[in-house]
């Protein structure tokens, strides 16, 4: 029989060996490709949060610099932060949210009366508001200049 021959043994293995690393290559780089998409799609969804986040701070600088009614500019500020910017929260890091979420919580306190603030309204927007936009700013600024420019 055939299968006793050396060469039999030979081609089988090689035959084997060829398969074998074929379906392993395949494998290995389809699973490359998937990651890489996924690598894309998350690096598109940061960069749209940290558009959406500039576009937050400009209308705040907008707004409150010089100051109008400020009431009425921080409610405007918040409802724009809630629409835009919060949606992506989760992509921005610690020091980020913990600011986001400190200007929210002036925000629910100002629409519901039965929660008190930390700070009164006026308070905070007379020393305490500036100073976090300011931080928030560098923050951003600095994140948003690791991820494009991978430093």
Known sequence: MFYNEPWFWTGIFGLAGSTIT???TGTIQGRTQIRLERVRANETQVLQAYQAIYT???LAERLLYPPDDNRRDF????????????PHLLFYPKEIRAILQTLEAQYQCLGDPDLIPEEPFEEFMD?????????????????????????
């Open 127 to 151: 020393k305490r508001i500036h100073k976090l936009f300011l931080k928030l700013s560098e923050l951003v600024e600095k994140r948003t200049e690791a991820i494009l420019h991978k430093t």
């Open 56 to 58: 937050f701070i400009a």
């Open 75 to 86: 409610i405007s500020i918040m409802k724009s932060y809630l629409e835009k910017v919060k």
């Open 22 to 24: 074929i379906l392993a």
